[in-house]
């Protein structure tokens, strides 16, 4: 006997198995299309179903699944998940924003998840997991999920049945470098200062970092980046006022790439201050242009010379004050006696004003310099270029002015030092200040012009008794500026 068609039998009562004549078997059960079945019902028909023999097989049409009977409970007879492969196998965590991986394998079934499993064993679910086909999900989740500490992860797939497959470790984390030094202005250097200045980025990886610039703006500031180290060094372009080169730094490590921007400022050389300070009174009516007024700037005299940068009054057409008695009136005053030959070369007191006073800050409070603001002659040589014929020095003594050249100042007659007494080329002006050339002047004496004429001024006495410059009018004790200046 082929076939026996079960609906021919039926049980004893019409409910349970049917009965079957003594020895018929049945080897199995095939449909009209030829195929074995089973019944088919629903998890809460299944439930209700009350007779139930251990071995017993149902295809459960809420699961989509096959499920027997092991006598306690229905148990799922199911193909586990397989993944082979994720077309992503590196997140850069530090990236932002989320990832999306396609997942490929087999057994794949509607309603399953995606999970993400470290070497810790820890797992986190992807955010979505859509079923494409039996071969294939789309996953989606967070890259700051992804940790360095638990790379490589495993690609876990759980059925909406609870069966499960692990891949081995496909996906790794390699993070973009991070900058350790904050965007923004990084160093201000001024007009012709060397920079140099480390802006640096870590790599969680531990891989090789360098660095490179985006944009092309620090070549033309003066500045050069060290590719393996960072560094910025360089010394500042001349510029016509503070100016900010602005720049894009990438930090790159493993191909991973971090872009930040930074900033240089150079700052314009104006005299504003010891750092910015210019060689002479020139070169600040030059940098402040339009917004100078006459005042005290910072300055050094000829660079070469290595003269440490203090605060010298500039008036609108660059002259520098080197010298300021106020004098007593035209008549002796003890207290502020000068005795010229024993203050030697150096400075004395702090000069802030062609205007100063005997008691105004600034002025000296010593005795036999009472009274006196001046600059050292080696400053005054620093100031005039380091030239004696080609600087200008302006002596007003009262009312009367000697324009001096072809000379250095000197605050005694002594030449030990270098500033001795000298012969002088003078005139009563600027344009005219070698009308008298070669000329020989009194002996013992600071700069003087006397007795050659040209007002016959003398700065100050050499010996005791005086209280201030003279000139051959008003005779002694009179007020005495004096400025210096290149031609």
């Not at 989740?141 to 496909?170: Q, W």
């Not at 050069?224 to 500042?236: E, F, K, M, P, R």
């Not at 009174?281 to 005299?301: D, H, K, N, P, W």
Request: hydrophobic residues 30%; contains cysteine; proline residues 2%.
């Amino acid at each position: 006997m082929s076939e026996i068609r079960v609906d021919n039998f039926k049980s004893e009562d019409g409910i349970g198995s049917p009965s079957f004549p003594n020895g018929i078997q049945i080897a199995g059960i095939t449909t009209a299309t030829g195929r074995i079945g089973v019944g088919t019902v629903t998890t809460s028909e299944r439930d209700a179903l009350a007779s139930k023999k251990k071995g017993q097989i149902i295809f459960n049409e809420s699961k989509s699944r096959l499920e027997y009977y092991d006598g306690n409970q229905w148990i799922l007879v199911d193909v586990p998940p397989v993944i082979s492969g994720s077309d992503v196998t590196e997140v850069d965590s530090n990236a932002g924003g989320n990832q999306t991986f396609v997942i490929t394998g087999s057994n794949f079934t509607t309603g399953g998840t995606i999970a993400f499993v470290g070497t810790d064993n820890s797992e986190f679910n992807a955010s979505s997991t859509t079923f494409n086909n039996s071969g294939q999900v789309t996953a989606v989740a967070p890259r700051a999920s992804f940790l360095n500490s638990k790379e490589s992860y495993k690609v876990k797939f759980t059925a909406s049945s609870g069966l499960f497959g692990i891949s081995s470790p496909l996906i790794s984390v390699d993070t973009s470098p991070t900058w350790s030094t904050a965007s923004g202005n990084i160093a201000s250097v001024v007009e012709g200062a060397s920079v140099n200045v480390t802006p640096t980025a870590t790599d969680a990886d531990g891989d090789t970092i360098t660095y490179s610039e985006t944009t092309s703006n620090l070549s033309a500031a003066g500045f050069s980046l060290n590719g393996t180290t960072g560094q910025i060094t360089g010394t500042a372009a001349a510029v016509s006022g503070d100016t900010t080169t602005s720049f894009t730094l990438r930090a790159t490590a493993n191909s991973k790439t971090a872009d930040r921007g930074f900033n240089i400022i150079t700052e314009n050389k104006d005299g504003s201050t010891a750092a910015k300070a210019l060689q002479y009174g020139s070169e600040v009516i030059t940098a402040q242009g339009g917004s100078f007024s006459a005042g005290l700037y910072y300055l050094t005299g000829k660079t070469s010379m290595g003269q440490t940068a203090q605060q010298v009054y500039v008036d609108s057409d660059g002259w520098m004050l080197v010298y300021r008695h106020a004098g007593t009136g035209g008549g002796y005053n003890s207290t502020y006696e000068i005795r010229g030959d024993t203050l030697g070369e150096a400075a004395i007191g702090t000069l802030n004003s062609p205007t100063q006073g005997l008691t105004d800050a600034g002025s000296s409070t010593s005795a036999y310099s009472r009274g006196m603001a001046r600059l050292s002659s080696t400053f005054c040589d620093a100031l005039g270029g380091q030239s004696s014929t080609n600087n200008v020095i302006r002596m007003t003594c009262g009312s009367y002015t000697t324009f001096f050249t072809d000379c250095k100042i000197w605050w005694t007659d002594a030449s030990g030092d270098g500033y001795g007494r000298t012969t002088v080329s003078a005139g009563t002006s600027y344009a005219g200040r070698r009308c008298g050339t070669n000329l020989t002047v009194d002996s013992g004496r600071p700069i003087n012009i006397y007795p050659n004429g040209y007002g016959n001024c003398i700065a100050y006495y050499q010996g005791n008794g005086y209280s201030g410059g003279y000139n051959g009018t008003e005779g002694w004790h009179v007020a005495t500026t004096i400025w210096i200046r290149q031609y």
